[in-house]
C-alpha cells in the first residue's frame, strides 16, 4: 500500500527505496474506501438522513472511479461531503520538489517537460522529494466571476517577453485545475460557469489535455473533478452544455431531511454553541421540535419559491437567536437556567428575513414578515397536535379551564408564570419530556407552548398590546 503515516524518504532513490508506487487519484481513492468499507468504519462522519439515499450512491460513484456532480437545493451538505472526499486520500503524498516545476509532480512519472527532463538528466540521490498532506490536495471555486485562466490557465506575456515561444508548455501560466494535478478539485454552482469554462472543463474531463488560446498542451492530468449545483439551474435548458453533462460520471441527488428527528439531530450536531457557563441553557425537546418544524413548513409554504429551497442555516440561525434570548433574559432576570419560551420566538424575524425567498405568484403581496408570521403559527399547530395526539388534549389543558387570564412575553420573569400555575398536572411530566415543577423557567416555557398551540386549535383568544401577549380562557 502507498498510505504513509510519516514521511521518510528526502530523495528520489530513497523513495525507491521504499517500495513506493505510482498510482491515480481516483485508484488512491478507491483503494483506502475498499479498506475503510471492510473495516466498518464510519464513511461519512456527521452526515445525517443519508445512509440509505445519497451515501450508497457516493460509494458506487468512488468505486467506479467518476467524476460526481453533487445536485440539491441550498443547505443539503453539498460542499461539506465533497469536501470529506480528502479522508480517502492517502495522508501523505510524495512530489518533486524543485521551484521551476508547475504541479506537485509524480516523482515517478511527471507529465510536465521539464519534470520529465528533470528525472531524465538528475541523478536519484540529486532530485529532492517532498510531501503533500491530503489536506491540501483540494481546491474550490464558486462559477459566479470565475474567468478561464483562473481555472485552466493563460500564456504569460512575461515570458513571451523573455523568447519562449506561444506554443511552448513554458509559456503558460496554469490555472487551478492544473495545479490541482494529482488531487481533488472541485466547481460551485455549475450552471452559472461561463460556456467559454464549460468547454474547457469539458475538454479536460475529456481527454484529460490543456487547449489555451488554441494551442494543445497535452499532460496526462489526473484529478478528479467534482461539481455542485441547483436542480433549477442544471436542467435549465442551455446552462450546462450538453457534452459537459454527458461526461460527468455520476449525478448525487440530494435532499432535505425526511424526518423532523433528523433535522434536529442536524441542528444539535452543527448549532457550535455553548449551552453551558455562567447562564446555562436547557432547551426542552418540544422547542427543538417547534424550531425544525418551522424550517419544515417554509419548505412546503406556498408563499415560498421551492426552487431556491430553505437552507439548514435557517434553523441554525433562528435556534441561535432563540437561545440569545433566553440567555438575554436570564441574565437581566438573574435566572437559571435560562430556558427558551415561544415568545423567544418573537426575535427569529432579524434572523429568517433574507434566507427565504417568496414566490411571486403564491405570496399576493404578502411581506416576507407576513409569511414568516404563517409559517411560524403552522409549525406551532404541527407540533402541538403531536403532543395532543400522544398524551390527550384533556389532561394537558385542564389547569387552564377556570377562565385564567395569562400573560406572555420574552422579558416577564419566571415566576409571573408560576403564580398562576400552582399545580403541574402529572401528565406534563411525560408529555413535555422535562419535569415542568422542577424549576419555574421550565414551567413558564411548558405553559407558553400550551398556551400557543391552544390558540393555534381556536381554543381560547389571544391579544397583543405593549410588546406583551395576553391568552383568554372563555
Known amino acids: 500500500m502507498n498510505a504513509i503515516a510519516t514521511p521518510q524518504a528526502s530523495t528520489l532513490a530513497e523513495l525507491r527505496d521504499s517500495g513506493w508506487q505510482s498510482q491515480t487519484v481516483k ?65 501523505w503524498l510524495p512530489y518533486i520538489d524543485h521551484p521551476d516545476l508547475p504541479f506537485h509532480e509524480d516523482p515517478l512519472q511527471p507529465i510536465s517537460s521539464r519534470g520529465k527532463r528533470l528525472l531524465a538528466e538528475a541523478s536519484p540521490e540529486d532530485i529532492r522529494i517532498a510531501w503533500w498532506p491530503r489536506n491540501q490536495r483540494y481546491a474550490e471555486r464558486l462559477s459566479p466571476g470565475t474567468k478561464f485562466a483562473d481555472l485552466i490557465g493563460e500564456i504569460d506575456p512575461a515570458k513571451l517577453t523573455a523568447g519562449v515561444s506561444m506554443s511552448a508548455e513554458e509559456a503558460l501560466s496554469f490555472g487551478l485545475i492544473p495545479r490541482m494535478h494529482r488531487g481533488i478539485f472541485a466547481m460551485n454552482e455549475l450552471p452559472e460557469l461561463d460556456d467559454l469554462v464549460q468547454v474547457g472543463l469539458f475538454n479536460i474531463l475529456e481527454e484529460r489535455d490543456v487547449q489555451i ?5 497535452r499532460f496526462d492530468l489526473d484529478v478528479m473533478i467534482l461539481f455542485s449545483a441547483n436542480p433549477s439551474t442544471y436542467n435549465r435548458s442551455g446552462k450546462v452544455i450538453p457534452q459537459l ?43 427543538y421540535e417547534v424550531i425544525e418544524e418551522i424550517t419544515h413548513q417554509a419548505r ?65 403581496q404578502m411581506s416576507e414578515r407576513q409569511v414568516l408570521d404563517a409559517v ?38 419566571s415566576s409571573h408564570y408560576a403564580e398562576r400555575l ?36 381556536d381554543r381560547i383568544s389571544r391579544s397583543q398590546r405593549h410588546g406583551k401577549i395576553e391568552y383568554d380562557f372563555e
Open 376 to 413: 411560524v403559527a403552522n409549525a406551532l399547530s404541527e407540533v402541538f397536535k403531536r403532543y395532543i395526539e400522544e398524551h390527550g388534549l384533556a389532561e394537558i389543558t385542564e389547569i387552564f379551564s377556570k377562565g385564567v387570564r395569562i400573560e406572555v412575553g420574552d422579558m416577564l420573569p
Open 300 to 364: 412546503n409554504s406556498k408563499y415560498i419559491d421551492h426552487a431556491s429551497g430553505v437552507s439548514a442555516r435557517f434553523s441554525l440561525a433562528n435556534f441561535r437567536t432563540m437561545v440569545a434570548s433566553a440567555r438575554q433574559r436570564a441574565v437581566i432576570l438573574d435566572e437559571r437556567p435560562a430556558v427558551p419560551r415561544i415568545s423567544d420566538l418573537g426575535h427569529i424575524y432579524s434572523s429568517s428575513l433574507g434566507k427565504l425567498e417568496l414566490d411571486m405568484m403564491g405570496s399576493h
Open 27 to 91: 485508484q488512491e481513492i478507491r483503494q483506502n474506501f475498499i479498506r475503510q468499507l471492510a473495516a466498518g468504519e464510519e464513511l461519512f462522519p456527521g452526515i445525517v438522513g443519508y445512509e440509505d439515499t445519497v451515501v450508497p450512491e457516493i460509494n458506487l460513484a468512488l468505486l467506479s472511479g467518476h467524476d460526481m456532480l453533487f445536485l440539491g437545493e441550498k443547505g443539503q451538505a453539498k460542499s461539506r461531503i465533497m469536501r470529506m472526499l480528502t479522508r480517502f486520500l492517502d495522508p
Open 213 to 217: 488560446r488554441g494551442y494543445p498542451i
Open 245 to 287: 453533462k454527458d461526461r460527468i460520471g455520476s449525478i448525487i441527488q440530494t435532499h432535505y431531511p425526511h424526518e423532523r428527528s433528523q433535522g434536529i439531530e442536524i441542528l444539535q450536531q452543527e448549532a457550535a454553541i455553548d449551552l453551558g457557563g455562567d447562564y446555562p441553557v436547557q432547551v426542552p425537546y418540544f422547542m
Open 422 to 457: 400552582k399545580r403541574v398536572p402529572p401528565v406534563w411530566e411525560k408529555a413535555f419530556e422535562v419535569n415542568a415543577a422542577e424549576s419555574d423557567a421550565v414551567r413558564a416555557s411548558c405553559v407558553e407552548f400550551v398556551l400557543a398551540g391552544l390558540y393555534s386549535m
